[in-house]
Structures are given as C-alpha cells and as structure tokens.
C-alpha cells in the first residue's frame, strides 16, 4: 500500500493522467501472486483520493464487475480475456470506459471485434491498447506491433494507446518504445512503475523506477510535439 502511494505521488508529480494497479490478476501460473483483490481495489482508490488520478484495473470475470464498478473508475480487459465474450458484454453493459488490450494471438480485426461487443451492449466508451504479441523472437517478452496502431487508428475512431512494459518485457526498452509508439500516432501510453522493482509481486523486471518514469514523461514530449499533438 505504501509502495503504492509512494509511486502515486511521484507519477502525479511527473505528469501521469491516470493510476493503474491491478487487485485482480491474471496470472500465467496458478502459484504466482494472484492480487489482492477488493483489499486491492479500496487500497487503488484510496491511492485515487490521495493523488487526484483517476484509476484503471483489471477486471476477470462477470462475477466482479459491480466490485470493481464500486471502487474504479474504469476497467481493464487483459490480454488473456480478450475474446472473454460473455465478459465483454457485461461490460458493454456498464457506463465506464473500457481499457481493451490486444490479445497475444489477437489480429487486429479480432481486437475490433472484440470491440464491438462492448460497444454492441450500449457502452462506447473504449480505449484500444497494443501491448505485444506472441512471435518466434524470443529477446523480448512480446513483440510489440507498432503498426496495429496505425491499422486500429485506420479501421476505427477509438483511442488507441500502447504498452511497451508488457510489450518488449525489459525496463531499458521502454522509453524508446514509448516515443516510438507516440511518433507512431498513439493517444497515449501505459507503463508500469514501481519504487522498488526488485520487490515487485508482479513484472519488476519492466517496471521502471521512480526516476526513468519522470524522464520517460519529459522525453516524451518532443515526440508529442513532433505528431502534431498537444504535450
Ligand atoms: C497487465 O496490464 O498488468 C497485464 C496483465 O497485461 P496483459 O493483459 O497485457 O498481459
Ligand atoms: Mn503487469
């Protein structure tokens, strides 16, 4: 908790829009930390009242939507739920944005589709999020597809961001992914930070610490600036 409201406070200080964490994750292994759950989601608003963000997290299953509904202000669909279809539409039935992340094997048709199962509900309100898909290069942790954003900002009118953390899964590539992705014409970028990667219960090894994410702001502007957007 406190390790959160530490990195809250900083990125607020840096220039981040938004506070993400997840309570509940979707974890590869079984044994690995699963998230906090509610414990989780009151201590992310929590975090949320003390800074001014607003917060994003991950959402599983249909069974947790009202939760997360109470306590967020907008929800995640991971890479694993993607094609979750009856958790789209739960969604879609909901009034709060919807972060949708591509799924590891998704095309960029499939995220669309995906899309448009929320949006099919009745909620519009959706951000489309690259985050690296699954390729035979194993000197990172996915393979981040620059050009979906130019395919999803081409085929659709909805916010597209990207995720170099979980997209190359190395810190020291982050940064220069994230210009990348700005220069590429994303609407914006979600990294992962924490005060002490090493301790991390999930991705320390993509985590930036405290200090890169305040340069990964600043040295991001000239390429916000360069696509013709507002820093
Ligand atoms: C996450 O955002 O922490 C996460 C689990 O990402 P993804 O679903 O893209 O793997
Ligand atoms: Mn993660």
Redesign the pocket.
């Given at each position: 908790k406190e390790a959160l409201i530490n990195a809250g406070r900083m990125m607020k200080e840096a220039g981040a829009h938004a506070l993400?964490g997840?309570a509940f994750?979707?974890r590869t292994s079984p044994y690995s930390f699963q998230g906090l759950g509610e414990e989780g989601l009151r201590i992310l608003a929590e975090v949320s009242a003390a800074t001014g963000l607003p917060t994003l997290t991950?959402v599983v299953e249909v069974g947790d939507v009202d939760v997360v509904a109470k306590h967020a202000d907008a929800f995640?669909v991971?890479?694993?739920?993607m094609q979750n279809f009856r958790l789209l539409q739960a969604l879609g039935r909901q009034e709060k944005p919807i972060l949708l992340?591509r799924g590891?094997s998704a095309t960029v048709e499939d995220v669309l589709m995906s899309a448009e199962y929320i949006a099919s509900e009745g909620n519009s309100r959706i951000i489309l999020?690259e985050?690296g898909i699954r390729t035979f290069e194993p000197g990172t942790r996915n393979t981040l597809d620059l050009s979906a954003v130019c395919q999803l900002k081409a085929k659709s009118h909805l916010p597209v961001v990207v995720?170099p953390s979980?997209g190359t899964g190395v810190r020291d590539y982050v940064l220069p992914m994230a210009c990348a992705a700005v220069a590429a014409g994303a609407d914006g970028v979600?990294v992962?930070t924490h005060i002490r990667p090493a301790e991390a219960l999930?991705?320390g090894a993509q985590s930036l610490f405290p200090a890169q994410f305040a340069a990964l702001i600043e040295r991001l502007r000239p390429f916000i600036l360069a696509a013709g957007r507002e820093a």
């Open positions: 993400r997840g994750k979707p991950e995640q991971g890479a694993r739920n992340k590891m999020c985050r995720d979980h979600l992962e999930s991705d």
